[in-house]
């Protein structure tokens, strides 16, 4: 049986995030610069977000862009930026046909402004898609994101709209920008680290995580299959026991 039908289609995450790593080793091992690697790493994106919105997940999160990855070679940045806008130009279509709807979380007002247009096109663009919604993460990272959050709810203090009382878990993640989308249920990284790399602190808290060796530019429909059905044959206790489950 092929590992599509394997799926369980009651127990289908709503919210899938995904590390995209690898892809500077996978150029490597064919002796190429590491950009070609960003470059085949679309495919792979496409291949998530049509896998995503063919099993009934409603959200998947991308992480694109960390803001620890300013510290790389000037020339990688430029050319993920570019990247980034010709991936657009493409990829808009397909976005539209698969009606899929495209936000981002980071700051991107910090990122080069042709990139800034280009994404408030495919924002715009692609506000009706109701199928799936592609979050992009870029100038993303947690602890950026919870220091915000933790500004805006002194900003409110400050000003007599949230008492101190009222600061709850759930009140809390209204600040952050995840803010009305559901927790990740399910967290996929490629090219086997093993580590959350700043993304998503807060809402990841009880997803089921998932590595796998498989450098993000081979990453296929097939490989995303595979992680929501060794998703389903977890066990998802939320601190009770089994036999309460
Ligand atoms: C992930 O691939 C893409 C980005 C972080 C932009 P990497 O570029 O990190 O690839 P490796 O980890 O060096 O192989
Ligand atoms: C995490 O990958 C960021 C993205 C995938 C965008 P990195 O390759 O930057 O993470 P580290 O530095 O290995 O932890
Ligand atoms: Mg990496």
Same mark, same amino acid.
Do not use: C
């Given at each position: 049986?092929?590992?599509?039908?394997?799926?369980?289609?009651?127990?289908?995450?709503?919210?899938?995030?995904?590390?995209?790593?690898?892809?500077?080793?996978?150029?490597?091992?064919?002796?190429?610069?590491?950009?070609?690697?960003?470059?085949?790493?679309?495919?792979?994106?496409?291949?998530?977000?049509?896998?995503?919105?063919?099993?009934?997940?409603?959200?998947?999160?991308?992480?694109? +862009?960390?803001?620890?990855?300013?510290?790389?070679?000037?020339?990688?940045?430029?050319? $993920?930026?570019?990247?980034?806008?010709?991936?657009?130009?493409?990829?808009?279509?397909?976005?539209?046909?698969?009606?899929?709807?495209?936000?981002?979380?980071?700051?991107?007002?910090?990122?080069?402004?042709? #990139?800034?247009?280009? %994404?408030?096109?495919?924002?715009?663009?692609?506000?009706?898609?109701?199928? $799936?919604?592609?979050?992009?993460?870029?100038?993303? @990272?947690?602890?950026?994101?919870?220091?915000?959050?933790?500004?805006?709810?002194?900003?409110?203090?400050?000003?007599?709209? $949230?008492?101190?009382?009222?600061?709850?878990?759930?009140?809390? @993640?209204?600040?952050?920008?995840?803010? @009305?989308?559901?927790?990740?249920?399910?967290?996929?990284?490629?090219?086997?680290?093993?580590?959350?790399?700043?993304?998503? %602190?807060?809402?990841?808290?009880?997803?089921?995580?998932?590595?796998?060796?498989?450098?993000?530019?081979?990453?296929?429909?097939?490989? +995303?299959?595979?992680?929501? #059905?060794?998703?389903?044959?977890?066990?998802?206790? +939320?601190?009770?026991?089994?036999?309460? $489950?």
């Amino acid at each position: 049986m092929d590992i599509k039908n394997q799926i369980d289609k009651n127990n289908v995450p709503q919210h899938v995030a995904i590390i995209m790593d690898g892809n500077g080793r996978w150029a490597e091992k064919r002796g190429l610069p590491r950009i070609f690697g960003h470059k085949n790493g679309v495919g792979a994106v496409r291949a998530a977000t049509e896998a995503a919105g063919e099993i009934g997940v409603k959200f998947l999160t991308l992480y694109a +862009f960390s803001t620890e990855n300013w510290k790389r070679p000037k020339i990688e940045i430029d050319t $993920l930026m570019n990247l980034l806008i010709e991936t657009i130009d493409n990829e808009i279509g397909n976005l539209n046909k698969n009606d899929v709807r495209l936000i981002t979380i980071g700051n991107t007002s910090a990122l080069p402004k042709n #990139v800034q247009t280009k %994404l408030k096109y495919a924002i715009d663009k692609t506000s009706q898609g109701k199928t $799936l919604t592609t979050i992009l993460a870029l100038n993303y @990272g947690a602890r950026a994101e919870i220091t915000e959050a933790t500004r805006k709810i002194l900003t409110e203090y400050r000003n007599g709209k $949230l008492d101190e009382m009222s600061l709850s878990p759930e009140v809390f @993640g209204g600040y952050l920008q995840t803010a @009305g989308i559901p927790d990740p249920e399910l967290l996929i990284r490629t090219s086997g680290e093993i580590r959350l790399s700043n993304f998503l %602190l807060w809402q990841l808290a009880y997803a089921e995580l998932y590595f796998t060796p498989v450098l993000w530019p081979d990453f296929s429909k097939d490989d +995303f299959f595979n992680a929501i #059905v060794e998703y389903q044959h977890r066990e998802r206790r +939320f601190g009770m026991t089994s036999e309460q $489950l």
